[in-house]
């Protein structure tokens, strides 16, 4: 049987107030960590207050209006090149809470990673493109805009991805998208009174009265 998961272990970065800062597991602090130093004395209030070190996983909450800007310093200083966009994505704690923009990045040339996020509140699911830093990321961003419903300012070709064009139900990974599908009788009635039987029946076989056989184009479909 799977364990219950505690809660009160995930960190929810900024918006958990009242959290003692995060400890890596060699004891020290985040603050501590090199690459966290490093923005911090860059960047200033740009960094948010509260950073985590999973692991071996840095983990840095910045300011949103300044992403486009942390970003092209950690792809273009010489102590950094974070030159690979792995993933971007998003998470949804709901509840109210913002939603996390979360990037991964790499370095090929320093062998080290970084996970930044970046907390959109919910009436304003908007923030820069970083496709004109990585262009690997304009897929991920429209994942995340399809799925999330965040949109990315400047993004070339913002449009969904995995869902339909014309998809109106909703964002699929957001906490308040609806778990079971709408059913209403009286509309499933009204489509069906609406078709054209001659759509499915050989028009001869109505006019007759007979048992109706289905036409050689409703058969084509291979089956229901």
């Known amino acids: 049987m799977t364990p ?13 107030a ?15 960590h090199p690459l966290f130093r490093g923005l911090r004395d860059r ?53 109210g809470q913002p939603v996390n923009v979360v990037y991964q990045l790499y370095s090929i040339r320093h062998r080290h990673a970084l996970r930044l996020r970046c907390e959109l509140p919910l009436e304003a699911l908007e923030i820069d493109s970083t496709t004109g830093l990585w262009s690997s990321a304009n897929w991920l961003e429209r994942e ?8 990315f300012r400047g993004h070339p070709d913002l449009r969904r991805i ?32 609406d078709q054209d039987l001659e759509n499915f029946y050989i028009p001869t076989d109505l006019e007759a009265g007979g048992d109706p056989q289905l036409s050689e184009d409703s058969d084509s479909g291979g089956g229901v």
């Open 18 to 32: 009242g959290r003692e800062p995060a400890s890596d597991r060699t004891g020290g602090t985040v603050a501590d």
């Open 162 to 193: 995995l869902m339909p064009d014309n998809y109106a139900e909703g964002h699929p990974l957001r906490k308040d998208f609806p778990l079971r599908g709408r059913f209403s009788r009286a509309e499933q009635t009204r489509r069906a009174l």
């Open 4 to 16: 219950p998961v505690d809660f009160g272990a995930v960190d929810l970065g900024p918006a958990a």
């Open 43 to 95: 960047f200033g209030e740009g960094i948010r207050s509260h950073a985590v070190h999973a692991g071996d996983q840095c983990v840095v909450w910045i300011d949103p209006a300044r992403n486009l800007e942390i970003l092209g310093w950690l792809r273009d200083d010489p102590d950094h090149l974070f030159d690979a966009m792995i993933d971007v994505t998003a998470v949804d704690y709901g509840g």
């Open 144 to 151: 995340v805009f399809d799925l999330f419903g965040v949109t």
